[in-house]
């Protein structure tokens, strides 16, 4: 006989016990590890998900600019293909149905993107043709068929940004017509994204080359996907990827040679067509029957014209360009280049006579076009003096010039600048004048190119051909594009200058051997935006998630953990009761204390390690049920059916250590009890300590009852005071653990004083009740278990939140707008304008509606959604550019701000906050929620994003706001917005502020106004229901874990009444002898179960009442009282229940045997 | 000349808290005895006889007075040296013989040695069979408690309680729960068992018979040890 041999046998002779224990321990151990499981299973699901969508792809290119196609070859990838990557609407051609979908990728591919062999021949990828392969979301979206004609609608691209004088603001979208030609899987490459998200994408494949074609791109794609990229960017790129063009004098003679005769093929001009249009001296080079060959062209630009221009294809040099190529100018010569910005200006007048539509220069005055060097200060103008100039002013006189400029919604404003003639350009119109030069100004197709000024095609800006004179065309013919009047740099920046730059080119000196090279050394890649990601360990980053949900379900099943624990230390306590005279025996035949705690310690420890690693098996079970639960209870239908279960060995270890952990701690406590007792009281069967143990007990109690409601007191006084979430929930949490303390520490005190409690009259009810005074903790255990699911219960009801009608006010979470709408391709119009709506094809009640209602347009950086609705973890926030007006307004409700005196929207003003600014943080606001649970910041915090320019920003979280429809964007000033997106144009967000009533008809008519443009609206409410409902799936899920906590603490309940009943079996028994009915028994035992349930049920609800107090007076919970008390009457029938099988089981012995066995 | 006594019991008393107050069940008792002394304790229910037992066995503390073994004081020692103590110096016979229905007639005899190191395991082994063969056992080695008749069970406990060659037997009511034949064979054994053993035999009892088998009979009166003035046999 061993000390183990008696260990084994008597885990064997006790199984009934034991295997009770063992339930308890392997259910504790498969909750915690199920739990962790659900994390991996989350961040394994979303990892294969993003790896499967990425396929082959490991690196991308995507500088948010268009750039060579064959740059994908220059790459020296292991695997390279170029793509024109768009997103926009598509739409069905059938009449009768036509259907709309946004939210479209458009990608133009070759045959290199794809993986499979499938959807490689799905389609001629190499040809031009105008098929499209649609994946099976999007064709089911559209319900479209193979054969199907379909168009998609994206935005057209532009030469100058949309949002400068000469960019298209209404022309935006081109529409692509195709036919599907095959409809591919849901699988790898057909559900491409570079964006991981578990909504379904929406994915339409079109042959390269045929977008290309349509959209005038060319050999152009917007990214490079990629496999082991080799060579360094940086000496792949070339001129054409930054969209630069340099311009010796030989190609701007070529070009001025096409511009003449575009369909030139012998490099000969004809008199006929360069007649009145040259300078006299390269009219003299044509030969006797007047022809001009190309070569006498080159040399007179080169001698008379010998620069070379460096410009734009999108009209403005960027701040990093001019940097570069200023920095290379530099290099070799003394002084700066000259550096012009040029504008078309509305007209140039004296008072009495205009110029209309005059092109003007801005320049360093050392470069001005004049023969000898000359000055012009910065409020003067350089006025061209020409044949035939309409004004007849001299140096000293004042001049007008009129201009439009674009507002901060794009608007075109007329504004005005008074100007004073510094000097006088001559420009003869025979001579070789130096401002004789239409090539200061940058091409611009439509007008530069155009040989009269009738010609031009659609100008952009506010344009009346009634206002062009003979004389005005005459110039045009002979000096095209050159300056008619030339400013300061500094004041035509000063008038001029936006945020896609401030000079339209760079001249340097010809020749210039290897400029282009000169000049691309100097240009960083990285501020083009042409950065190498590595999207697969980005994707692989992100598939972490947003929040860890194996904390979280950890966190939901907490009480099910506990109960399941509470229930083993009942449990063994009651193995303990049981074995109270073998126990004593042991003590009797001279075993330490110690010696018998380690005996029953190693028989739960050996328990434990069993059970916990049975419930492992238990863990796969739960896991998958909740996936499963996850997967069928997220809101908004997004398909979760991706959720596979994950299982890392990690988890298994934490998981089985920590349930073995903590069971054989709950049996440490249980058998806390054996050194209160003597050998002689166990013995005799008590495992209860007596009257003297509880005198030393009670002034404990009293301390600890006093400690904890001094505690919780505090806890809820900072609930009230607190702003943080974080300080909010630790009072919520700390007040509610203590007050359960001290309630069930009240209950320990209660049922010991009452079982001491002189009755004068003893009644059933009463002596039934006294009966949970016999063993207080056994009885304290079970109101515990009771208590917490109880206070789970009313606590998560609670916190149940819906739209409360303070959402709609202008100080609420929808800031008083009633719709929200987003739109695939940007918009450039004001929506507010009745000229716009006036385009719009719409029904009279559309018309009526929109025009009471107010838009306010927002800019937005596209990104991740940072909203709860994603579940992976938002690398690259969406932004949005709050507009100075909405500002203003000082609209929605803030949870906190980091400066509580100022006015929280003033925080985000350029000057305001000082501190932020020195610190050269942009101030940004987050919703409380987005904040706190997916981008894990307070106020204070620093938020870093990459901007256009591919540097590093830092955005300041500077106010929070409270339950916002603002929880997928961080918001920032529409200043700061443009400062660090100045490619970002138009805007694609929109708050609609209208009646409710008329909201539907406001959707309707916007949806089909801005079909073209995928316009998705939706009121505002629906969008906070959609992340509130998650917030409330969570807190159904809580509440449904602890509802099986509820079912354990039953169980406990149950078990402890039947113990309670087979002790007093001959009690009973002899009260039944005594002539005692059926009933009355049955109503002794449910006296004693009555008190437990009521003593549990008040606990709980008290406490949690008290705890959740301050939440529910400073946020827009809305508890269902309704639903609550239908709960809590559940959670009285369960306990009630668990009585009546005690009453069953007391009955059922038979009289006699319960008789002889006392 | 002063000789050691092995156990001296000098105004013993012991006292209960209740709800109702302290519940005095003993007041000043007296006892001396030698090796290879035996005494029966009578008296009725309630009188104490099972507390001065539990004291004297010290698996419970006295209110004031004290209990010496061999000159020492058990309850001046620690927890862990008084159960050592209690192992090594005293061995118990309950009424309820106790005996672990999870183990074997031999196993339960062997269970004092399990609870503290003993280095020579086979020696105690050897004892166990020799105890066993002398209470009459020796075919019933592998059997369960619950296989044994009442008497049987308590010639196992007696053996027990002999199994690491205590100073004092401590036999509370051991016939109580038998039928006449077997309480006088149980008896008788246990008799027999003391004188062999030298050990100082107390037996608490409510039988006359088993008393007047015993060479002393002392009566519970009032909280105090008097000598018993029973019916001549």
């Known amino acids: ?1158 | 000349m002063n000789s050691i006594m092995p156990l001296v019991v000098t105004d013993l008393a012991k006292s209960f808290p209740t709800r109702g107050g302290d519940l005095v069940v003993l007041r000043g008792v007296n006892l001396t005895m030698q090796p290879g002394d035996a005494v029966a304790v009578l008296g009725p229910s309630g009188s104490g006889k099972s507390t001065l037992l539990h004291l004297i066995g010290t698996l419970d503390r006295p209110t004031s007075g004290s209990v010496r073994v061999d000159e020492q004081d058990p309850f001046a020692l620690s927890e862990t040296d008084l159960a050592g103590f209690r192992n090594r110096s005293i061995g118990f016979v309950f009424q309820d013989h106790h005996l672990l229905p999870q183990c074997t007639v031999l196993e339960n005899v062997l269970v004092p040695s399990l609870a503290h190191r003993n280095d020579n395991r086979f020696a105690v082994r050897e004892r166990a069979y020799r105890l066993l063969d002398r209470v009459g056992l020796t075919q019933r080695l592998d059997h369960r408690p619950a296989e044994l008749s009442g008497g049987e069970r308590q010639r196992v406990a007696i053996a027990r309680a002999l199994i690491l060659k205590p100073k004092l037997l401590l036999a509370d009511e051991p016939t109580g729960n038998l039928d006449r034949k077997s309480a006088h064979t149980v008896a008788q054994l246990l008799l027999d068992m003391h004188r062999q053993e030298r050990t100082i035999l107390i037996v608490v009892t409510h039988s006359i018979e088993l008393a007047r088998l015993l060479p002393r009979q002392l009566e519970m009166n009032d909280g105090t040890l008097v000598p018993w003035e029973g019916s001549p046999p």
């Open chain 1, 1 to 1158: 006989m061993t000390f183990i041999a008696l260990l084994l046998r008597n885990l064997r002779y006790h199984w009934r016990g034991n295997l009770a224990v063992f339930l308890g321990v392997a259910l504790g151990a498969a909750v915690l590890t199920g739990a962790l499981f659900v994390g991996d299973s989350l961040r394994g699901s979303l990892k294969e998900l993003t790896l499967d969508q990425l396929g082959w792809v490991e690196q991308a290119l995507v500088p948010g600019r268009s750039f060579r196609a064959r740059l994908a070859d220059a790459l020296g990838a292991e695997r390279a293909a170029p793509v024109l990557m768009l997103q926009g609407s598509a739409a069905t051609s059938d009449d009768k149905k036509p259907k709309t979908v946004p939210k479209v990728n458009v990608l133009g591919v070759d045959e290199r993107f794809w993986q499979d062999e499938t959807s490689r021949q799905a389609a001629s990828w190499n040809g031009g043709e105008d098929a499209v392969v649609l994946n099976r979301t999007l064709a089911a979206a559209l319900g479209a068929q193979v054969g199907d004609r379909l168009t998609f609608n994206v935005q057209k691209s532009e030469a100058a940004p949309r949002e400068t004088l000469l960019g298209k603001r209404d022309d935006v979208v081109q529409s692509v017509r195709v036919t599907v030609s095959a409809i591919v899987p849901d699988r790898g490459m057909a559900r491409f994204t570079l964006r991981p998200s578990p909504e379904p994408v929406r994915n339409a494949f079109v042959p390269l080359r045929f977008l290309q074609k349509e959209l005038q791109q060319d050999g152009k794609a917007n990214a490079v996907f990629a496999r082991s990229i080799r060579n360094k960017l940086q000496d792949t790129l070339t001129l054409d990827d930054w969209n630069l063009k340099l311009r010796t004098p030989a190609d701007r003679a070529r070009d001025f040679v096409r511009f003449l005769d575009p369909r030139n093929e012998d490099g000969v001009l004809r008199k006929s067509q360069w007649e009145g249009r040259v300078p006299e001296s390269l009219a003299k080079a044509a030969d006797k029957q007047g022809n001009l060959t190309v070569a006498a062209v080159i040399q007179y630009f080169e001698k008379h014209r010998p620069y070379i221009s460096v410009e734009s294809e999108q009209m403005f040099l960027d701040a990093a360009t001019e940097k570069a190529l200023v920095g290379v100018a530099r290099s070799k010569m003394k002084s700066d280049p000259p550096t012009p910005l040029i504008y078309l200006a509305d007209r140039i007048s004296d008072g009495a006579a205009e110029m209309p539509y005059a092109v003007i220069a801005a320049v360093q005055p050392e470069h001005l076009p004049v023969a000898k060097p000359a000055r012009l200060a910065d409020d003067e103008i350089a006025l061209v003096v020409w044949p035939g100039m309409p004004l007849a002013a001299n140096v000293g006189d004042e001049l007008t010039v009129n201009y439009y400029v674009p507002d901060e919604t794009s608007k075109l404003q007329l504004r005005s600048a008074t100007l004073r003639v510094g000097l006088l350009i001559p420009m003869e119109g025979p001579a070789d004048d130096p401002a004789d030069d239409p090539d200061w100004t940058p091409e611009f197709r439509g007008i530069t190119d155009r040989l009269s000024i009738s010609q031009w095609e659609n100008p952009p800006f506010p344009y009346d051909p009634k206002r062009i004179k003979p004389i005005d065309e005459q110039y045009w013919k002979r000096f095209r594009a050159a300056p008619k009047a030339y400013l300061t740099l500094a004041t035509g920046q000063r008038l001029w200058a936006n945020r896609f730059g401030k000079i339209t080119s760079v001249r340097f000196p010809h020749p210039w051997p290897y400029l282009g090279k000169d000049i691309l050394k100097r240009l960083p890649a990285e501020a083009g935006g042409f950065v190498i990601q590595d999207v697969r360990a980005l994707a692989t980053r992100a598939s972490s998630g947003s929040t860890d949900f194996g904390v979280l379900f950890l966190a939901f099943s907490f009480f099910l953990i506990a109960a399941a624990l509470l229930l083993v230390g009942l449990l063994f306590r009651l193995n303990l009761d049981r074995r109270a005279a073998e126990i004593g025996l042991l003590l009797a035949t001279g075993w330490r204390h110690g010696r018998v705690r380690w005996l029953l310690l190693a028989e739960g420890a050996a328990l434990a390690i069993v059970a916990a690693a049975v419930g492992l098996l238990g863990a796969l079970l739960y896991g998958d049920l909740m996936l499963r639960m996850l997967a069928a209870n997220w809101p908004g239908g997004a398909n979760l059916a991706f959720l596979r279960l994950h299982a890392a060995p990690i988890s298994y270890v934490i998981g089985y250590s920590a349930s073995v952990a903590m069971s054989v701690l709950t049996i440490v406590w249980a058998t806390r009890i054996l050194g209160k007792l003597s050998p002689r009281s166990l013995l005799a069967g008590e495992t209860t300590a007596g009257a003297n143990v509880f005198t030393q007990s009670s002034q404990l109690s009293r301390f600890v009852l006093i400690g904890a409601l001094v505690g919780a007191a505090g806890c809820l006084v900072g609930g009230v005071v607190a702003t943080g979430h974080t300080a909010k929930a630790g009072s919520f949490f700390g007040a509610g653990a203590l007050l359960l303390t001290a309630a069930l520490t009240f209950v320990w005190r209660w049922l010991h004083e009452h079982g001491a409690a002189k009755t004068p009259q003893p009644s059933l009810t009463r002596l039934g009740a006294r009966n949970a005074g016999r063993h207080p903790v056994r009885s304290v255990l079970t109101v515990g278990l009771l208590a917490s699911a109880t206070f789970l219960i009313t606590a998560v009801e609670a916190f149940h939140k819906e739209t409360g009608p303070e959402f709609f006010g202008k100080r609420g979470g929808s800031g008083g707008f009633t719709l929200i709408a987003e739109t695939d391709v940007p918009i450039f119009q004001d929506l507010n304008d009745p000229k716009t709506q006036a385009n719009w094809d719409l029904t009279d009640e559309g018309a009526s509606a929109l025009r009471a209602a107010k838009f306010y347009a927002l800019r937005v950086r596209h990104g991740d959604d940072a909203s709860c609705l994603n579940l992976y973890q938002p690398l690259k926030p969406r932004i949005a550019g709050v507009p100075a007006g909405l500002r203003r307004e000082g609209r929605f409700r803030f949870a906190g701000t980091i400066a509580e005196k100022t006015k929280p929207w003033d925080l985000l003003e350029p000057d305001l906050l000082e501190s932020s600014r020195a610190a050269n943080a942009i101030p940004a606001l987050l919703d409380a929620n987005t904040a706190q649970w997916i981008l894990k910041k307070s106020l204070g915090d620093d938020l870093e994003i990459t901007d256009d320019s591919g540097e590093k920003r830092t955005l300041r979280v500077v106010g929070l706001l409270q339950e916002s429809i603002f929880q997928s964007e961080v918001l920032i000033a529409e200043e700061d917005f443009l400062r660090l997106f100045p490619r970002r144009e138009g805007f694609q967000l929109f708050l609609i502020e209208t009646d409710p009533a008329q909201a539907e008809a406001v959707k309707k008519a916007l949806e089909n106004a801005l079909a073209d443009q995928g316009i998705q609206a939706e009121s505002t409410a629906q969008r906070l229901q959609s992340f509130l409902a998650i917030e409330n799936m969570y807190l159904e899920t809580f509440k449904a874990l602890g509802g099986l906590g509820l079912l354990l603490g039953a169980a406990g309940l149950a078990i402890v009444l039947l113990r309670g009943v087979w002790e007093r079996r001959g009690e009973l028994a002899l009260l039944r002898a005594l002539g005692f009915r059926g009933a009355q028994l049955a109503w002794l035992v449910l006296a004693e179960n009555a008190l437990l349930v009521a003593l549990g049920l008040a606990a709980g609800t008290i406490a949690a009442l008290l705890a959740v107090a301050p939440h529910l007076a400073s946020s827009g919970a809305a508890p269902l009282w309704g639903r609550l008390a239908g709960l809590l009457l559940l959670v009285v029938a369960v306990g009630l229940l668990s009585g009546a099988a005690a009453v069953w089981g007391s009955l059922r012995t038979p009289l006699l045997t319960a008789l002889r066995r006392e």
